[in-house]
């Protein structure tokens, strides 16, 4: 089980925090990721973590203003997003892979565990 957390609205230019719990088992060898779902659009890949939390990785869009972070002890994954822009609104969903590859996919349906998604809304 994940679940999501930390969403809302936030101006242009703010921060917010996500947080992904997991709960059920423990997720210390999963690779984890974010990824995001705007209204019409597919879901794409945000950012990912791998499960020795040893290297990230982020969609270019989101370099230099997102981090992610995983505290293996507390099960949980966070997402710091900087600088936010209308253009990230979307619902934010965690995930984890329990097939850690060489590099860390960024392939949605190669996930296996999903939080149920939190809303951010950026406003201009």
């Known amino acids: 089980q994940l679940q999501a957390s930390g969403g809302g609205l936030v101006q242009a230019g703010g921060s917010l925090r996500l947080s992904c719990a997991a709960s059920?088992?423990?997720?210390?060898?999963?690779?984890m990721g974010w990824f995001r779902q705007a209204p019409g659009k597919e879901r794409e890949f945000v950012a990912g973590?791998?499960?020795?939390?040893?290297?990230?990785r982020y969609a270019d869009s989101v370099k230099g203003r997102f981090t992610i972070s995983r505290d293996n002890a507390k099960n949980t994954v966070y997402l710091q997003m900087n600088s936010l822009k209308p253009e990230d609104t979307a619902v934010y969903y965690c995930?984890?892979?329990?097939?850690?590859?060489?590099?860390?996919?960024?392939?949605?349906?190669?996930?296996?565990?999903w939080g149920q998604g939190t809303l951010v809304t950026v406003s201009s």
């Open positions: 995930a984890a892979d329990g097939n850690p590859k060489m590099v860390q996919t960024t392939v949605h349906i190669l996930y296996d565990y």
């Open positions: 059920g088992r423990t997720f210390s060898s999963y690779d």
């Open positions: 973590i791998r499960w020795s939390a040893t290297s990230t």
